[in-house]
């Protein structure tokens, strides 16, 4: 053996060194399979995911069929509208007693308003008493007990001391206050001008008595689905005016998308009209050399107005539960652009749901005569006043009603 063959010979006997390099090829194979593994289940994963999704959009009929709705960009929340806490100077008032004190009125110092349950009730100083009962028992302020319960909604004080009341689902009511005694003068489901009251909302009354005002927020959705009205932006609300005397109503106006809240004008011969889905006021001329015509009182508000009362200043108070923040995001302004959106969201939660992604904002402002905003008052976070659906002024007060909060509101004007 000669001395070049015995080197060659002892290098390759050489002891190896083993490195991770020199295993990489032994486990090749598994990292191989381990990705492979890794992207079935990813790809199973999302399979899961996505088919009910698209089954969810393709095949589920949505509740609601929206129509494209064009908003005018929110005014910016700064001089009248400039963000406080002014709301938040409110005390609460029989906290857990009543729910849902939707509207009030007041006869002296006694205040009356409905409640979610059905009940017509009595305020005076520390005690509540039930005076009426529009339906029927047994209710609990539920959803489902909403219709054969009702749902008072609008009230007002007639110039011979009773209570005009709108009920969501029985119609318009007299109530006299002090026998209790219930007088039903239109019913709820009744067709007129060829389509049915099916959310009675609220109501004016004219200083002798004669006429009463009053709005249908649609003939398609009831009360206990508002959110599907506003969302779908139906365009199928009414103004009709009731006659003490010949009993007959008559269709004043048509097509409006959520009408809500009115409030007859000073002299009579119109009434405004909170448009909800358009957060706007209209002017409804309901007689007079203007009988049958409307025009915009206030356009483009920073929320989406509920009902409208006068302020002892000679003008109006507005109260809204949700606002459209600029600067900021409104979700209901951006999804009036995109109807489908709104369709695959009906498809997967239900309003109870959808309402907890609402943020609570509660807003009154107060509108001189001509409409011009005066000031307003804010509840960011509806801490201590959420959900207001009316601002009525009382004695240097403001009383706040609110839809669905257990209590009421009362407000010292003289401290903001």
């Not at 003068?185 to 009463?212: E, H, I, Y």
């Not at 049958?292 to 539960?321: C, E, H, K, Q």
Request: proline share 6%.
């Amino acid at each position: 053996m000669n001395e070049p063959e015995g080197l060659r010979f002892r290098r390759l006997n050489r002891p190896q060194i083993i490195t991770d390099e020199l295993q990489e090829p032994q486990y090749k194979g598994t990292s191989t399979y381990s990705g492979k593994v890794f992207r079935v289940t990813l790809v199973t994963l999302g399979g899961c995911l996505i088919l009910p999704l698209l089954v969810v959009f393709f095949l589920l009929e949505s509740p609601i069929h929206p129509e494209l709705l064009s908003l005018n960009e929110p005014p910016l929340m700064s001089g009248c509208y400039e963000p406080n806490i002014k709301l938040r100077e409110a005390q609460r008032l029989f906290e857990d007693q009543l729910v849902g004190p939707e509207s009030i009125a007041n006869f002296g110092d006694v205040i009356y308003t409905g409640t979610a349950d059905g009940k017509i009730v009595k305020i005076e100083g520390k005690s509540i008493t039930v005076i009426a009962r529009l339906g029927k028992p047994p209710c609990d302020g539920s959803r489902e007990q909403e219709p054969s319960c009702g749902r008072p909604l609008g009230i007002r004080v007639g110039p011979n001391g009773t209570l005009f009341v709108a009920d969501a689902y029985l119609g318009l009511f007299e109530i006299n206050p002090v026998t209790g005694e219930v007088t039903n003068l239109v019913s709820a489901g009744q067709m007129v001008g060829g389509r049915r009251l099916s959310f009675v909302n609220d109501l004016d009354v004219t200083q002798d008595g004669r006429k009463v005002y009053f709005t249908d927020s649609s003939s398609r959705w009831q009360r206990r689905d508002y959110l599907h009205l506003i969302m779908e932006a139906t365009a199928d609300g009414r103004v009709l005016e009731y006659d003490t005397e010949t009993k007959e109503v008559t269709v004043l106006m048509e097509n409006l998308r959520f009408a809500n809240g009115i409030q007859l004008f000073p002299d009579e011969e119109s009434v405004l009209v909170t448009e909800t889905t358009m957060a706007r006021i209209r002017r409804v001329h309901v007689s007079g050399l203007n009988k049958g015509g409307m025009d915009t009182f206030v356009d483009n508000l920073p929320g989406f107005p509920d009902n409208i009362r006068r302020s002892s200043s000679g003008g109006y108070w507005v109260a809204m539960s949700a606002v459209r923040p600029n600067p900021g995001f409104s979700m209901l302004d951006f999804l009036s652009q995109k109807p489908w959106i709104k369709k695959l969201i009906f498809k997967l939660f239900s309003q109870d749901m959808l309402m907890k992604f609402v943020p609570r904002y509660s807003l009154v402002i107060e509108l001189q005569e001509s409409g011009t905003c005066v000031r307003s008052f804010h509840d960011p976070h509806g801490m201590v006043a959420a959900y207001v659906s009316e601002a009525h002024e009382h004695d240097g007060h403001l009383y706040l009603g609110s839809f669905r909060s257990p209590y009421l509101c009362k407000l010292d004007l003289s401290k903001v």
